[in-house]
């Protein structure tokens, strides 16, 4: 159950997604009424990053969905609302993202799906087309590497989608682990994932910001006691990482120290 922070006058205090504060609304501060002369304590910066790779290292997931459907000649929500609201795509998606349907496997059965729904020839290697339009995004890439220079462990949590999503990028020179749900067994939003990148890194959950695109993950990961941001856009978010750690993450980032892990 979230926990409430009683609001009026006073101080912003930053809480993870997942607070409700008393007005109803869940937001990320709330604001506290401490009373006149006295100083709202403030949160200690987090110790380590968790981060998302599909829309939030690179562009928009769904945007890629949306330009699939479109040069299949269907609606641009397809492939998205497929995957939400049909149930046998939903499943093949589960399934594939938690390790246990290999692409091809995949590739077939949401074929199917798309042939289903009006899509005469899905076409061979679905998997690499669907996520065909992704692009890196080089500042958020750059935010990320900039923390871990600066001593703060960091993260890659995907849910992955087909082996072919992250060719050309070096992840393990991003981050310090990698974790990713088909290697694991499970998948986000559940809490096991979050549990599994933080062992790795050797920190506590409460220690913790994931940075991730949908928000059901970042519910998921609060109720371990991790931050959260929801990406939109990249210059929000690495003002809203500046500010969490306090390190000017605009600057250019020193060279990474030999080692891997700085603390």
């Known amino acids: 159950m979230a926990r409430s922070v009683p609001a009026g006058r006073g101080r912003s205090v930053h809480a993870p997604i997942g607070i409700r504060c008393s007005d109803g609304a869940r ?3 709330c604001r506290l009424d401490v009373g006149p002369g006295v100083t709202a304590p403030r949160p200690s910066p987090p110790g380590a990053l968790l981060v998302d790779f599909g829309g939030v290292l690179t562009s928009s997931v769904f945007d890629a969905f949306a330009a699939f459907s479109s040069g299949a000649g269907a609606a641009p929500d397809l492939v998205a609302r497929l995957l939400a609201t049909d149930e046998e795509s939903s499943r093949l998606l589960v ?7 290999d ?3 995949f590739e077939l059965g949401l074929a199917a799906r798309l042939r289903a729904h009006g899509v005469d020839d899905p076409g061979a290697g679905l998997l690499q087309r669907l996520t065909a339009t992704l692009v890196a995004d080089e500042a958020m890439i750059a935010a990320v590497k900039r923390l871990r220079a600066a001593g703060i462990p960091t993260a890659i949590v995907s849910n992955s989608l087909g ?7 070096d992840l393990l020179d991003i981050a ?4 990713l749900s088909g290697d694991v067994g499970v998948r986000k939003p559940s809490r096991r994932i979050f549990q599994i990148a933080c062992e790795r890194l050797g920190v506590e959950p409460e220690e913790s910001v994931l940075v991730d695109d949908v928000e059901r993950n970042l519910s998921g990961a609060a109720r371990l006691g991790i931050r ?5 856009e990249a210059d ?4 809203e990482l500046s500010a969490l750690f306090g390190i000017d993450l605009r600057t250019p980032a020193p ?8 603390r």
């Open 163 to 169: 082996r072919h999503s992250y060719e050309g990028y």
């Open 176 to 179: 310090d682990e990698v974790v």
């Open 103 to 105: 692409d091809e496997a």
């Open 255 to 262: 060279e990474p120290r030999p080692g891997g892990l700085t």
């Open 95 to 101: 399934e594939h993202e938690s390790g246990r349907l």
């Open 27 to 29: 937001r990320t501060s």
């Open 228 to 232: 959260g941001v929801l990406h939109v």
């Open 236 to 239: 929000r978010t690495i003002d």
